[in-house]
């Protein structure tokens, strides 16, 4: 299901610490931008009408859901709100049961070969590689030795522009952006700049990008 949406901008907006008000004058800039996949974490305020307002302004063509989602129910009220996405920050299988159960897209966050093996067993369609910094290039390098190929890894925290090349290289399909594209204070069209900024970036070192240059 995740394969589908991580063509031809592979990136997913987190959109921590949003509000009802802004969530549709965001979210169009960034659609504008290219991106296809947006994220509100439930730790923003009143999350569940920022879903609803963002999955029906921007329609089916574009994934909405919720981050840091911990508990079945939850997944539950994100549905009830026109979400088919849910994120979480760990690898509770029974969250990833019942959203899958759901018919969502569910990308839980891992952080060791254990974690990402037991979430793909419960029906994880991607891996949030949680917090990046700790596992770094290398060590996803070591971890596709031995993934699945088709699981796609989604490096999230600390992620910029100028870092995406290396992350690349180690066997990343995309990435989770936070801070570095939005946060509350930051308007509409500074996100749209920075989401510009990651649109290019991620052109810059797609596989397909390189395979065009060799």
């Known amino acids: 299901m995740l394969s589908s949406w991580l063509n031809p901008l592979p990136l997913v907006a987190i959109l921590r610490g949003i509000a009802p008000g802004e969530a549709v004058s965001i979210g169009r800039v960034l659609v504008e931008a290219g991106f296809r996949m947006l ?8 999350p569940m009408e920022s879903i609803r307002r963002l ?11 919720a981050g840091t989602v911990m508990t079945p129910a939850q997944v539950a009220e994100v549905a009830a709100a026109g979400g088919r996405l849910i994120v979480m920050p760990h690898a509770d299988t029974a969250v990833i049961r019942a ?7 569910c990308v839980p966050g891992v952080a060791t070969p254990t974690e990402a093996f037991a979430a793909l067993a419960a029906g994880a369609d ?4 949680f917090p990046a910094d700790q596992v770094t290039p ?4 070591a971890w596709r030795a ?4 088709p699981a796609a890894v989604l490096p999230v925290g600390g992620i910029a522009p100028g870092n995406m090349a290396a992350w690349v290289a ?4 995309g990435f989770g952006i936070g801070a570095a594209l939005y946060a509350p ?3 509409a069209d500074e996100v749209g700049h920075r989401a510009r900024a990651f649109a290019q970036a991620w052109a810059a070192v797609s596989p397909k990008s390189q395979e065009r240059r060799a």
Do not use: H
């Open 185 to 187: 204070g930051i308007d």
């Open 146 to 149: 031995v993934l699945p190929a």
């Open 138 to 141: 290398a060590g996803l390098k």
């Open 170 to 173: 180690a066997g990343a399909q």
């Open 55 to 65: 999955s029906q302004s921007l329609g089916d063509s574009i994934l909405v859901g």
């Open 99 to 105: 959203a899958k159960a759901a018919g969502m897209v």
């Open 126 to 129: 991607g891996l949030k590689l």
């Open 39 to 46: 994220e509100v974490p439930l730790n923003s305020p009143q």
